[in-house]
């Protein structure tokens, strides 16, 4: 018995931490963030409304919100010396690998003022990422098409801030369509926080030797970047495309024979999960966000969206999928949605980065704050060679 809530002590023992930040019920299909449902918060909170509640337990009022809003605002601005890292990179590489750099960069400004004990630091260290990843996200993303960078501008929303800076120009603003930027907030909220993720385990390993917290998120991305983990929003649309070229709905079965035939690798990217075994409540919500982003933009008949759809209900029907407790994930629709938005289908994990950092970093804070808290040092049952003695190399 925790708190309010009790578990199994076989649970118990799997438990790689407590943690009052986000709770998940995998086989109601139930997702929490400090208690609010998310269906709630996506519903009636915007992104920083919920970055607030991440990092401080409790929604904010009016004032607060306000505050925040205009602390966030004032740190969305990198170092100028930022853009000689991207200076760096091919044009093409994978906005992931920008990423890994560019977070783990932000250390080299500010780690020796960061005391990652001192509460006010973690604070204000927390602000900066949150604030700055839409940031380094758009540079990275200007960067690979060799247009200039967009400086944020404080008067915007945090969605629509991001989405002036990927796709405005010098030559020609980007007038922010309130629906794709209500989506983009959504889809930031749906992907802010979710337990002990594999992620987020590695940025409280990582933070748990004291480092400072850029050091630490780095860690997250290059870890969230795995197509088991972040990556999938990417392989997913890439799946439904190549469906798409090969025959679209009329091929799904053979597709799906192919996901039930052991002897091949091919997975339903976007469906199952390690904790879900009922319908991952994000993507309910995300399949609502498609239609509603498909029908502003007059999409209702976007292949892709009548083609996933017909898939999903393939699946929750096919006995392999049933037997196994497969069901969609988030990642299913949310490359769908972000395709419609304009953004590039190799951005998708670049996206989730920046949505979990307030996860990651909450995370980290709370461990941190744990008088208890001691490095990381996870223990393994040796299966490797006996103790013996090493033989002269003309006996190896
Ligand atoms: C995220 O942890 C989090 O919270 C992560 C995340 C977050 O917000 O941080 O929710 C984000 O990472 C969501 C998951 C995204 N990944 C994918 O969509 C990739 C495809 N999914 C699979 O890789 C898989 O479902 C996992 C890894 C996500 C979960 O695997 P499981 O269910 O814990 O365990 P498993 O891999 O052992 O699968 C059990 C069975 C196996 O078959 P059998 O060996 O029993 O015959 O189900 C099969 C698997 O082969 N299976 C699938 C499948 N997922 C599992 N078969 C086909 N397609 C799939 N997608």
Known sequence: QTGKFTYDPGFLSTASCQSAITYIDGDKGELLYRGYPIEQLATNCDFLDTCYLLLKGELPNEQQQKDFHKLVNNHTMVNEQMQFFLRGFRRDAHPMAVMTGLVGGL?????????????QHREIAAIRLIAKMPTLVAMAYKYSIGQPYIYPKNDLSYAGNFMRMMFATPCADYEPN???VRAMDRIFILHADHEQNASTSTVRLCGSSGTNPFAAIAAGVACLWGPAHGGANEAALNMLEEIQRNGGVEKIGEFINQVKDKTSSVKLMGFGHRVYKNYDPRAKLMRETCHEVLGALGLENDPLFKL???LEKIALEDEYFVARKLYPNVDFY????????????SLFTAIFALARTVGWIAQLNEMIADPEYKIGRPRQLYVGAPRRDVPPIQQR
Do not use: K
């Not at 250390?107 to 509460?119: E, L, Q, R, V």
């Not at 949310?334 to 289908?345: C, K, L, T, Y």
């Open 334 to 345: 949310s490359g769908i949605v972000q395709r419609a938005i304009g953004i590039p289908v």
């Open 107 to 119: 250390s080299a400004f500010y780690h020796d003022s960061t005391d990652i004990n001192n509460p």
């Open 178 to 180: 309130d629906v794709l």
């Open 308 to 310: 996933a759809m017909a």
